[in-house]
């Protein structure tokens, strides 16, 4: 018994009366820290404590920073009237329960992807689309993304769900970014930026090389497009001045947003804190480490070949 149970009994309290009126109370049972002595956590933990020259603690954690971009699907909707946190806990366990049965590696907007899916029409029951990846988009169990390749002098475009158990398997064949968040503007631009060839062999990077990031202009056919694309800021676009009059700059230059990167309301609203990251990662972060150890060992059986033949 404490000193402030001794003291409500003293006054004429009982301490089961007390939780009655107030409620159920908890204490922290979490130790304080030692400035002598920091702390250390073991290989499950999310956080390391280290100590500073000046004898203050602080803690950093071991999830890496670039999983919000490699599993972009697991963090929330930015809207926040579209949030709910147990459908969403409950639809990163289902994700990693398909992880778990199928190896989906990690690839980016502009990355050459192959998708293998079940299909109850083809010769043999399966069928492969090789493309470029030109959009992924949503979270959770609703992402998706969108390949893209120029089949027999047509456009062909497949969206697949990232989560569909459908999918058998997905290959990353070219990994690589672009300049921008999408490649939408494929579509309005010359047949030989969306055109790869369906047997086309894998580019192994080496193990630990950064994701170069492909800083190819494209160039547009001329109107019509698919969107106005003078209204957009694409940095991976050459000729958009060219197809653009003084009227549809004029328009562009009106309905032009550039005050909002200065709305920080805004941002905050479209983006998902860093705070939230964290706590969202740390929660998957031994699966996902788990599968990313397993698929690192299976590329360590390969070697970089310059593959002989290409898109």
Not at 81 to 101: F, G, Q, S, T, V
Not at 179 to 195: F, P
Not at 262 to 287: C, G, H, N
């Amino acid at each position: 018994m404490n000193i402030v149970q001794k003291k409500l009994l003293a006054g004429g309290f009982s301490w089961i009366n007390l939780t009655r009126r107030l409620g159920p109370v908890s204490f922290s049972t979490k130790p304080e820290p030692l400035p002598s002595a920091p702390r250390t956590t073991s290989n499950t933990s999310t956080t390391i404590t280290s100590s500073t020259s000046g004898g203050s603690s602080e803690r950093k954690s071991i999830v890496p920073p670039d999983y919000r971009f490699v599993y972009q699907e697991f963090l929330p909707d930015p809207k926040i009237e579209w949030r709910n946190p147990i459908r969403e806990k409950l639809e990163r366990m289902d994700m990693l329960d398909r992880r778990a049965n199928i190896d989906i590696p990690e690839f980016y907007v502009g990355s050459v992807v192959a998708v293998t899916c079940s299909d109850v029409h083809a010769v043999g029951k399966t069928s492969r689309f090789l493309g470029i990846c030109i959009l992924r988009e949503k979270c959770g169990l609703r992402a998706r993304f969108i390949l893209r390749n120029v089949v027999d002098n047509q456009g062909v475009e497949v969206m697949y769900d990232m989560y569909d158990p459908t999918l058998l398997k997905v290959e990353v064949l070219r990994l690589e970014k672009r300049l921008d968040e999408h490649l939408l503007y494929l579509r309005d631009a010359l047949d030989e930026y969306s055109t790869f060839d369906l047997n086309m062999e894998a580019e192994i990077l080496p193990e630990g090389a950064p994701v170069p990031v492909n800083d190819v202009k494209v160039t547009l056919k001329p109107r019509p497009w698919y969107a106005r694309w003078e209204r957009h800021n694409l940095a991976g676009v050459a000729n958009v001045d060219e197809h653009t009059n003084e009227k549809k700059a004029r328009k562009a230059a009106r309905v032009a947003t550039p005050w909002e990167r200065f709305d920080l309301m805004k941002q905050y609203r479209r983006t998902i804190p860093d705070e939230e990251q964290k706590e969202i990662f740390a929660e998957v972060y031994s699966q996902l480490h788990q599968l990313e150890l397993t698929r690192k060992k299976l590329k360590r059986k390969r070697t970089f070949v310059k593959p002989t033949k290409l898109a």
